[in-house]
């Protein structure tokens, strides 16, 4: 499969802990982005990265989320001392560049249980 | 601020008939909009977006900058088309980020 990847699908916790996720984006794409999605919503955007320079951090995005991209390749979301209300399905997706080719294609996401 | 509105949660319509999944925008500046789908256990995909002017799987959607709307439509529903509909715009700014409606559940029945 040479679509985006994240691991794992799906993640249980309990309130307090610490997790991370995983996103190896299609390859070449030099844009990678966050997206966060609840029940019954759209996916909301939380952070971009250009490579591996973080660009934009969207107001969603509490001190306890951290995104990195060290090598412009796969990235990681952490977050810290979980909360019920961080249960969701959190969605990477790349893309290619700018103009007519930065359509974004998504991965099949990590689904966040916090007990 | 952008935002993407569609007004209705579900539209349930019999095969065979037209089909017309309501999107409205509020954008500042030129907008891009796209229709994303998800079907039953698959992750979200790109259906088609306005700049391209296709139809893909019988589906299109016309931009109308004067109404600030991107209705998607089909006129013969076929079952394969059930699937949450997501309707998106991207901005002009560095991050081309998407924002996204709140999806409708289209249902075809027999």
């Known amino acids: 499969d040479t679509g985006v990847s994240q691991d794992p699908r799906h993640k249980i916790t309990k309130r307090g802990q610490n997790v991370t996720f995983r996103c190896d984006p299609i390859s070449e794409h030099n844009r990678l982005y966050w997206y966060r999605q609840t029940l019954g919503q759209g996916p909301e955007f939380l952070t971009y990265?250009?490579?591996?320079?973080?660009?934009?951090k969207s107001r969603l995005l509490s001190d306890r989320f951290s995104a990195e991209r060290p090598k412009g390749s796969f990235s990681t979301l952490e977050i810290q001392r979980t909360e019920q209300g961080d249960s969701a399905m959190y969605l990477c997706?790349?893309?290619?560049?700018?103009?007519?080719?930065?359509?974004?294609?998504f991965g099949a996401g990590t689904r966040l249980s916090v007990l | 601020a952008q935002r993407v509105t569609q007004p209705e949660k579900l539209l349930s319509v019999f095969k065979g008939a037209p089909v017309e999944l309501k999107c409205n925008y509020s954008?500042?500046?030129?907008?891009?909009l796209f229709w994303y789908v998800q079907y039953s256990r698959q992750r979200l995909q790109l259906l088609l977006r306005?700049?391209s002017r296709e139809s893909i799987k019988g589906f299109t959607a016309d931009l109308n900058k004067g109404e600030t709307s991107f209705h998607l439509k089909k006129p013969f529903a076929q079952e394969e088309d059930s699937a949450m509909y997501y309707c998106?715009?991207?901005?002009?700014?560095?991050?081309?980020?998407?924002?996204f409606g709140t999806g409708t559940r289209l249902q075809v029945t027999l």
């Open positions: 990265f250009q490579n591996e320079a973080q660009l934009e």
């Open positions: 306005h700049i």
């Open positions: 998106a715009l991207q901005n002009t700014g560095t991050a081309s980020k998407l924002t």
């Open positions: 997706a790349s893309s290619p560049g700018t103009g007519g080719k930065n359509i974004q294609y």
């Open positions: 954008y500042s500046g030129s907008p891009e």
